[in-house]
């Protein structure tokens, strides 16, 4: 036997213990046995995102890709140095693919919107 080695039943303990905390209703909260808080208490509220929040932080970072490539392309053209042709495309690419993009959530927005309120209740 070897003195560093775990034996068997202690690894199947191990296991026990573990089946039996993932399968009782507070396994997820299972800091709280350490914490010693109750995984209850409602007083600490968890800011979940708006949805509304995050559309407009979404299209404001697309409007600020679009100004940007357009700023870009404007010093390129008046012969600004410090700007390259490369820089220019580049970031007119990744314009019109958030462009693309946001397009493509809209069109997925509507498509569910139609189907929620096409469904019969």
């Known amino acids: 036997m070897n ?5 068997s039943n202690r690894i199947q303990a191990m296991l026990s ?3 039996a905390a993932a ?9 709280s046995a350490l914490t010693g808080k109750n995984p209850l208490d409602q007083s600490h ?15 404001n970072q697309v409007n600020s890709v679009q100004n940007r490539a357009e700023k870009m392309g404007q ?5 600004d140095d ?4 490369s820089d220019v ?11 693309q993009t946001t397009v493509q959530v809209r ?10 309120m096409n469904m019969q209740v």
């Open 75 to 79: 010093d390129f053209a008046m012969g």
């Open 45 to 59: 509220k968890i800011d979940k995102p708006d949805f509304a929040e995050t559309l407009k932080a979404s299209l």
């Open 89 to 99: 495309m580049i970031s007119m690419q990744k314009a019109s693919i958030s462009l």
């Open 17 to 19: 213990q573990l089946k």
């Open 23 to 31: 399968q009782s209703p507070h396994a997820d909260l299972g800091i």
């Open 82 to 85: 410090k700007v390259s042709l």
């Open 107 to 116: 069109n997925k927005l509507v498509s569910a919107y139609h189907d929620i």
């Open 3 to 7: 003195v560093g080695a775990i034996d």
